[in-house]
């Protein structure tokens, strides 16, 4: 039994959605430093892992992580808090207080966005 788990867990992490679901069940068990280390081999799938629709489910603490060290452009982070914040209500939260958090931790890199994109995504939205 222990062997197919093994084989099952290796199998999950071969994708982005997969070691994402694993990122999610470690940090809901609280299991961390397991889930961190998820979350850094999440990292090696690049963009694929910012447009995984498993992301919404992330714990905040996992998002930041995910999207502090990602290497990805300002504007695919923003679409992926976005995504993130937006799913609130499948993770019993307000989309308001998803956004607040956001904001407070700075995962945004608002300064560093193509004006175009921050007034198209951000701006205009909110009018």
């Known amino acids: 039994l222990e062997v197919c788990c093994r084989q ?8 982005a959605d997969g070691v994402l ?3 999610v069940a470690a940090a ?3 299991m961390h430093d397991r889930a ?3 979350a850094d081999h999440a990292q090696s799938f690049g963009i694929s892992t910012l447009a995984s629709p498993t992301l919404a489910l992330l714990p905040f603490d996992m998002l930041a992580m995910l999207l502090e060290h990602s290497a990805a452009s300002a504007a695919d982070l923003f679409m992926a808090a ?4 937006n799913a609130a209500g499948r993770r019993g939260e307000e989309v308001a207080a ?3 958090q956001i904001l407070d931790r ?10 175009r994109t921050f ?3 951000v701006v205009v939205p909110g009018l």
């Open 8 to 15: 099952w867990i290796a199998g999950q992490a071969r994708t």
């Open 21 to 23: 679901s694993l990122v």
């Open 28 to 30: 809901r068990d609280s």
């Open 36 to 38: 961190k280390a998820l």
């Open 82 to 85: 976005d995504m993130w914040a």
């Open 98 to 100: 998803a956004w607040q």
């Open 106 to 115: 700075g995962v945004v890199p608002f300064h560093l966005m193509d004006q």
């Open 119 to 121: 007034a198209e995504r």
